[in-house]
C-alpha cells in the first residue's frame, strides 16, 4: 500500500517576493529557469520533446505554478519523466507532493538528504541571528520539519548519473545540506549549482526583491558546514561552467561566472561565510 504523503507540521506559505516571481528564462534551449517568490526550478529538456526532468518543487503552496510553467512550456498535459531534487529544504519541495499526486512520477535525491524526505530527521533550525538582513532574521518562521513522501523518493545511483537526465552527473555538494548535489553536463558545462553558491545576496530582503545579480555563498540562515560549503564551491569552480542556474537568483554565463566563481572561491571567507552566527566556529 501507499503511505499518505505529508508536509511537516510547520509547512506554511512564506510571503516574501522578488521582481523576478512569475518570469522563465530560456538560458540554454533545453535548460528552462523560472522563479517562484524567491527560489527558482528547473525544467530540463528541449520542449519539441516529451522528455524533460523538473529540478526542485519551488515555495510551498506552488504546485499550481509549476504544472502551468511546465504546461506552457510542453503542452497540454505534459508531465515530467522524473522530478530530481538538489537538496530538501522547504523552498525546494514547497509544491512536491501536490506534483507527485497530479503527476505519478518518481522523485529522486542523494541518499544524505532521504532522512528529511523520509519523516526521519527535521533539519537544524534555521539561524535568525546569522549576520545578514531581513530574510535572514525572518528564517526563525521558515519550515524545517521533514517532509514524508514514503515510497515516492528514491536515492540518485551511486555511479553519478541522473535517471532521464543522461547527459548530466550529479556531484556531491554538501555543507548547504549533508545531501546536496549540483548538476553538471560536460559537453556544454552547463550547471545547476542549487544552494551550493547562488547569485543573490539571498539574507537581504531589498537585494532578493531587487534580484541584483552578486555572487554569493549558500543562503547563510540554514548553512551548517561552512567548511563542506567552501570545498563544494572549490569542486564546481574546478569544473569551469560556462553557465549555472543556481536555486537563488538570476542565472550568470559566461566571462562574469569565471571571475565570481573564481572571487567567491578566493574570499570565500570573507563574501560567502558570516562574520557571526551560530553555525560559524
Ligand atoms: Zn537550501
Ligand atoms: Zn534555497
New binding site residues.
Given amino acids: 500500500m501507499d503511505q499518505e504523503m505529508s508536509y511537516g507540521s510547520d509547512y506554511k506559505f512564506i510571503p516574501a517576493t522578488s521582481i523576478e516571481s512569475g518570469h522563465g528564462i530560456e538560458v540554454l534551449p533545453d535548460l528552462y529557469c523560472y522563479t517562484v517568490q524567491i527560489?527558482n526550478f528547473c525544467l530540463v529538456g528541449n520542449p519539441e520533446t516529451n522528455d524533460f526532468v523538473l529540478v526542485d518543487a519551488g515555495m510551498p503552496k506552488s504546485a499550481d505554478a509549476i504544472i502551468s510553467v511546465t504546461e506552457e512550456r510542453f503542452g497540454a498535459n505534459s508531465r515530467p519523466k522524473a522530478i530530481v531534487l538538489t537538496h530538501g529544504?522547504f523552498?525546494?519541495v514547497g509544491g512536491l507532493i501536490e506534483l507527485i499526486e497530479h503527476w505519478k512520477v518518481p522523485v529522486y535525491a542523494h541518499e544524505l538528504e532521504l532522512p528529511f524526505l523520509t519523516g526521519k530527521m527535521s533539519y537544524p533550525e534555521p539561524d535568525p541571528t546569522v549576520e545578514g538582513g531581513m530574510v535572514a532574521k525572518m528564517s526563525r518562521f521558515f519550515p524545517n520539519e521533514p517532509i514524508f513522501l514514503g515510497n515516492n523518493i528514491h536515492p540518485l545511483p551511486s555511479d553519478g548519473t541522473v535517471p532521464h537526465m543522461p547527459d548530466f552527473k550529479w556531484i556531491h555538494t554538501p555543507g548547504h545540506a549533508p545531501g546536496h548535489i549540483s548538476l553538471f553536463r560536460e559537453k556544454d558545462r552547463a550547471l545547476i549549482a542549487g544552494?551550493a553558491f547562488v547569485t543573490v545576496k539571498q539574507e537581504y530582503l531589498y537585494k532578493v526583491f531587487t534580484q541584483e545579480q552578486e555572487i554569493s555563498g549558500p543562503?547563510r540562515y540554514l548553512t551548517t558546514d561552512w567548511d563542506a560549503a567552501k570545498e563544494s564551491v572549490m569542486k564546481l569552480e574546478a569544473l569551469k561552467p560556462t553557465v549555472a542556474i543556481t536555486?537563488?537568483g538570476v542565472p550568470m554565463s559566461g566571462e562574469r561566472l569565471a571571475t565570481s566563481l573564481k572571487k567567491l572561491v578566493n574570499e570565500f571567507d570573507q563574501i560567502a561565510v558570516p562574520d557571526y552566527g551560530k553555525y560559524v566556529n
Fill in positions: 527560489v529544504h523552498d525546494h544552494d543562503p536555486g537563488h
